[in-house]
């Protein structure tokens, strides 16, 4: 088994020293859903939300919330990201939720892009769970990296 970057010899949390990391491109893109009612789904639709548009809160929430990934994950190193989207579309059963984000530096931005996405979705169930308390959010995952030592990725099934 390959040895945890995050511990140290003793097995102690650490922060992973990437200084002699090169710099370089590096973008990330995650995905997720949320699940809920025909009605709820059709408020977010039609605007009828009494909390206000739902969809761009739940995008501007998500945008913030990858510039914050390092203050919420603990050995996250804090980014200068180039750039962060969320985009959210309104299908069957619910909301699909994408998120990408990219730096040029020396590690990637897969929290930063997992965290936009995850931020999108509870924002989505915040605005409108006076709608549908039973919304369901899943499926939140990597879908692809770019860049960096260990090169590209993608999801087996993306």
């Known amino acids: 088994m390959a040895r945890l970057t995050h511990l140290d010899e003793s097995g102690h949390a650490h922060m992973v020293d990437i200084s002699g990391k090169a710099v370089t491109r590096r973008v990330a893109v995650a995905e997720g859903r949320i699940l809920m009612s025909a009605d709820a789904r059709q408020a977010i639709a039609d605007g009828a939300v009494p909390k206000g548009d739902v969809l761009a809160a739940a995008r501007l929430a998500g945008i913030m919330a990858a510039k914050k990934t390092a203050d919420l994950i603990p050995l996250c190193h804090p980014l200068p990201l180039t750039s962060v989207s969320v985009d959210l579309v309104l299908e069957d059963?619910?909301?699909?939720?994408?998120?990408?984000?990219?730096?040029?530096?020396?590690?990637?931005?897969?929290?930063?892009?997992?965290?936009?996405?995850?931020?999108?979705?509870?924002?989505i169930y915040d605005m409108a769970k006076a709608l549908d308390k039973a919304m369901r959010i899943e499926g939140i995952r990597l879908l692809s990296k770019h860049g960096g030592k260990s090169g590209d990725w993608h999801a087996p099934d993306a």
Request: aromatic letters at 4%; hydrophobic letters at 50%.
């Open 93 to 123: 059963g619910g909301v699909h939720a994408s998120a990408a984000a990219a730096t040029t530096f020396g590690t990637g931005v897969e929290m930063e892009a997992m965290t936009a996405c995850s931020i999108a979705l509870l924002t």
